[in-house]
């Protein structure tokens, strides 16, 4: 079945450490790909998104993710994390032929002072 | 932000009840989307309406009606629904699907539902 997984459920990390956040994905064919986070008691938000071209893109705050076509992957980075970046972070995928967006079952970062 | 709003923001009825969601999006888009989030499952699209048509009903059960009166307005109406609906009911907005052009999708607070 096509799927989008996120690998690390719980994430807890010290302040200024460095981030990576894994997502592989199932699909064949085009795809656009999306991070989105969500902050305590706030609505999902637009992190980042990949449609084409540079494989390295750029989000809000400081976040950037690397497309890796060979790996179906779509791995989700910050150098270095502040205590305010404690959130739910989703993976999405959006096939090209199709209407749905696709998520993973998001992982939850706890960033500790 | 209020380019998509959720009302109400909180939900709690009987089985027997009929209640209605209402979402509405500020962004001049022209498709609309339902979500449901449910603990420890990734969120499952809904229904999808484009440029005010129904494009996507995901196997989402018949006490679960859609209604897109315009672009702006999408309603979830309710009734009798079980307690395994309890839920986040996300909406969703994005400039409207046309063919093989990526689009993007903003989401509302949601509608926690509690269903006794």
């Given at each position: 079945a096509q799927s989008v997984s996120q690998h690390n459920h719980h994430v807890i990390l010290s302040e200024a450490a460095s981030l990576e956040l894994g997502c592989n994905y199932s699909y064949g064919g085009t795809v656009n790909l999306f991070w989105y986070v969500q902050y305590p008691g706030q609505h999902l938000q637009l992190l980042l998104k990949y449609?084409?071209?540079?494989?390295l893109v750029k989000g809000i705050k400081g976040f950037e993710a690397e497309f890796i076509k060979s790996k179906f992957s779509f791995n989700l980075r910050k150098p270095s994390v502040q205590w305010s970046d404690t959130a739910e972070y989703f993976c999405a995928v959006n096939p090209n032929s199709g209407y749905a967006l696709n998520f993973g079952k998001g992982t939850s970062l706890l960033v500790t002072p | 932000e209020t380019g998509v709003t959720q009302t109400p923001r909180h939900l709690v009825m009987g089985m027997t009840n009929k209640k209605s969601l209402k979402c509405e999006q500020?962004?001049?888009?022209n498709a609309m989307y339902w979500y449901k989030q449910s603990a420890k499952k990734p969120l499952e699209l809904m229904f999808v309406y484009n440029f005010k048509e129904q494009?996507?009903?995901?196997?989402?059960?018949?006490?679960f009606s859609p209604e897109c009166p315009n672009s702006s307005h999408l309603f979830l109406h309710l009734h009798t629904?079980?307690?395994?609906?309890s839920a986040l009911y996300l909406c969703a907005s994005s400039q409207g699907q046309r063919a093989g052009v990526p689009d993007t999708q903003y989401f509302g607070p949601g509608t926690r539902l509690t269903v006794l």
């Open positions: 449609f084409s071209g540079d494989p | 500020h962004l001049g888009h494009t996507e009903n995901n196997s989402v059960p018949s006490r629904l079980q307690p395994e609906d």
